[in-house]
């Protein structure tokens, strides 16, 4: 069996692989999944196998979160071997009802949550101190064109992230603009699910839409979007932003007055797709330290080392077999040990994933999780 592009031996390069092992040794869910990235990649080599590897449930642990990447000595991407074994299931519809919903979803509605395009712009009614958000029209200019991330857009914990991000752009003065009901998904979560066909026409309909405006830089709320603009659209030919890296410039052009403070030990959690991914690590903390009153700390596994809180890689809408404890509950046992009052995000995701675990472990009396927007909102 073959892919479209050729052998899995071409495509990712598997000859190059030199079965060091620090792949499946680096893996954070190896320790709680049967997950051995490395045998994978040795036994992709022989196509005879493909079909009886992709039925393997472990190439749906894999969170894609690029530490095997990261740590691969010949520069390899380990971790698309796995999706390349699972776009064969997918091909075959062998996959959870949850992701499949998932994906008709976004075929159907342009978002994964099962919700109608026409309430996609729901959260952006009344945001306290703005009187109406911008919803740019075809051909308009506009310096920050800003893509919200489809969970900002339906979930209703995560809304409130969207809104403090209005409110930020307009204290700056920002000229920002937003693409309204026709936005959809970036096809992040799609890819990694396996569905590259679904993913290709996410590309190229969103390249098209984008290109409607006239604007200097794409902005986007989650790491995920961020990533798949910057690095997988074929297209896209203006500059791709994490918020984060938009605040930090206007932080220091001093576009934003602290009225307030946050006197609490604040912890940083790197999310995958903004650190390992993209090298990300400088805005959010500068960020952070700006907030009068905060005293910034480091988890001990942070930045490349960072541990993954398992949101990625389509995990969202597929259930682990494992029982052990996940890892957004250890990493909130480490902000517990550190003493931090506040674990600080920067991604939709990690939010969901350190939230529910913060509820797991009893640790609501003790802590808190904040998207660092939400922590600026507080104090502007």
Not at 38 to 66: A, P
Not at 92 to 119: H, Y
Not at 254 to 264: N, S, V
Request: charged content about 30%.
């Amino acid at each position: 069996m073959s892919i479209e592009d050729g052998t899995f031996v071409q495509k990712y390069d598997l000859l190059g692989c030199i079965q060091c092992g620090r792949c499946t040794g680096g893996c954070p869910v190896t320790v709680r999944t049967d997950l051995n990235v490395r045998r994978f990649v040795y036994d992709t080599v022989d196509d005879d196998h493909l079909e009886e590897l992709s039925e393997k449930h472990e190439i749906w642990d894999c969170t894609t979160c690029n530490t095997c990447a990261v740590r691969c000595p010949k520069g390899l991407d380990p971790f698309e071997v796995l999706i390349g074994l699972r776009s064969l299931q997918v091909e075959e519809g062998n996959i959870q009802p949850t992701a499949r919903d998932a994906l008709e979803s976004i075929f159907n509605n342009g978002n994964p949550w099962g919700k109608p395009r026409a309430r996609r712009c729901d959260w952006m009614q009344d945001i306290d101190g703005v009187d109406e958000v911008r919803i740019l029209e075809e051909g308009e200019k506009v310096d920050v064109l800003i893509h919200t991330c489809c969970t900002a857009c339906y979930d209703p914990r995560i809304m409130p992230i969207a809104q403090s991000l209005v409110k930020v752009l307009e204290k700056a003065g920002v000229d920002y603009g937003f693409v309204g009901e026709e936005e959809s998904d970036c096809g992040s979560e799609v890819r990694r699910l396996g569905e590259e066909g679904l993913f290709e026409m996410l590309d190229e309909d969103n390249t098209e839409l984008f290109g409607q405006y006239e604007y200097e830089r794409l902005v986007c709320l989650s790491p995920h979007c961020f990533n798949s603009f910057k690095n997988e659209y074929a297209n896209i030919d203006k500059p791709v932003l994490h918020y984060t890296q938009l605040i930090a410039e206007l932080i220091e052009d001093k576009k934003l007055e602290f009225k307030g403070e946050i006197a609490d030990k604040v912890v940083f959690h790197d999310p995958c797709y903004l650190g390992k991914k993209n090298l990300v690590f400088d805005e959010p903390r500068y960020v952070l330290s700006q907030i009068p009153g905060v005293e910034l700390l480091e988890f001990n596994r942070s930045k490349e080392r960072s541990l993954c809180c398992e949101g990625g890689g389509g995990k969202m809408w597929v259930e682990s077999e494992s029982k052990m404890e996940r890892l957004a509950e250890v990493r909130m046992a480490d902000a517990s040990s550190l003493g931090a009052k506040i674990v600080a995000v920067a991604c939709p995701f990690c939010l969901l994933t350190l939230e529910d675990a913060l509820k797991a472990k009893g640790l609501e009396e003790e802590m808190r999780v904040a998207d660092i927007l939400e922590l600026l909102d507080e104090v502007l």
